[in-house]
């Protein structure tokens, strides 16, 4: 959610906190969801209101995929650098994909067969529900008016 939202929960004594495992850190939660605070989270104006997007998740809404690349650790060197020592530089690299459950990817505008970009990526048309049910998928993206 957006900080100023977050501020607003905090000032109504809607947040609370639970502590790590050790008891170091205090992690903070709404209605027993754990609470993210990012003021990169979308805040849209319109007539005079200001409208920001928080997403609510269920754990485990979020599948990992990682698929094998063609080269995936290489290296170089350069012989004069470090003052005549020689440098060498390590590379990987990894291909992977994070995926919401509840959701499939269509493909239906994508350019180019190598991969889709941001754009690609958050353009509804390239998204289609897998369930008949919304309240089956477990993810949900929240509007508040003014904060």
Partial sequence: MHSRL???LQNAN??????????????PTYMGYHVVVADTMPA???GGNVYYTSYICAPG???????????PVATEKYQAQGNGMGVEALFTRRQFALH????????????????????????TANWDRAYSERKQIKFAALLTKNG
């Fill in 61 to 71: 809404i979020l599948g990992w995929g990682e698929s094998p690349v063609a080269e």
């Fill in 44 to 46: 849209t104006s319109s």
């Fill in 100 to 123: 919401p459950y509840g959701f499939t990817w269509t493909d239906s505008s994508i350019a180019d067969t190598a991969g889709p970009t941001r754009t690609e990526v958050e353009t």
């Fill in 6 to 8: 977050y501020t607003n």
């Fill in 14 to 27: 809607l947040i609370s906190f639970i502590p790590n495992a050790r008891g170091e850190v205090n992690i």
